[in-house]
T-cell receptor, first 114, second 114 residues
């Protein structure tokens, strides 16, 4: 069965510092991986996605993620965090069978301090 | 495009009351989904639809019903509200014709059952 683990519930970083959010997945076939961001009181917005090809994918707002099959990981990174990046971040794995369903991790809440 | 719209934004129900959460998308997407988001639990799939007239259960369907009479609309019905249904509900849609693809989310409905 598919599952996603985000081991960090809450992370606090200083503005300008680098960021890495961890995501580990479990899926028997080729994974389709996503990172979404949710600002307070808002819906989810796609940051980036990995389907195949280059294992380092670039997304919006200066985010990138690296797919590592050997570690079953898809960690999200940003070299310099801005105060506006404070939000909840969700990793998800998608299935090509069925209805294109997504399985979400429990999320990581990011706090940015000045 | 308005994308995915949901109404209402907020609602308080008494135990045993019923209500319908509305969801409309204007992107002509085949697939639509309903999720609930509980604190610290990520998003859980309630129901999904692969096209007009076709619906299926997700991970947590008990206490809910859906219908899909048109491509655009995918309402979620709560027949006998219970405190356990207090949550934030998100509707999403995706375009399956392009393979596994991102889901586009609405802004959510915050429901409290007292």
């Amino acid at each position: 069965a598919q599952s996603v683990t985000q081991p960090d519930i809450h992370i606090t970083v200083s503005e300008g510092a680098s960021l890495e959010l961890r995501c580990n997945y479990s899926y028997g076939a080729t994974p389709y991986l996503f990172w979404y961001v949710q600002s307070p009181g808002q819906g989810l917005q796609l940051l980036l996605k990995y389907f195949s090809g280059d294992t380092l994918v670039q997304g919006i707002k200066g985010f990138e993620a690296e797919f590592k099959r050997s570690q079953s990981s898809f960690n999200l990174r940003k070299p310099s965090v801005h105060w506006s990046d404070a939000a909840e971040y969700f990793c998800a794995v998608g299935t090509i069978t069925g209805a294109n369903n997504l399985f979400f991790g429990t999320g990581t809440r990011l706090t940015v301090i000045p | 495009n308005a994308g995915v719209t949901q109404t209402p934004k907020f609602r308080i129900l008494k135990i045993g009351q019923s209500m319908t959460l509305q969801c409309t998308q204007d992107m002509n997407h085949n697939y639509m989904y309903w999720y609930r988001q509980d604190p610290g639990m990520g998003l859980k799939l309630i129901y999904y639809s692969v096209g007009a007239g076709i619906t299926d259960k997700g991970e947590v369907p008990n206490g809910y019903n859906v219908s899909r009479s048109t491509t655009e609309d995918f309402p979620l019905r709560l027949e006998l509200a219970a405190p356990s249904q207090t949550s934030v509900y998100f509707c999403a849609s995706s375009d399956r014709d392009r393979g596994v693809n991102e889901q586009f989310f609405g802004p959510g409905t915050r429901l409290t059952v007292l």
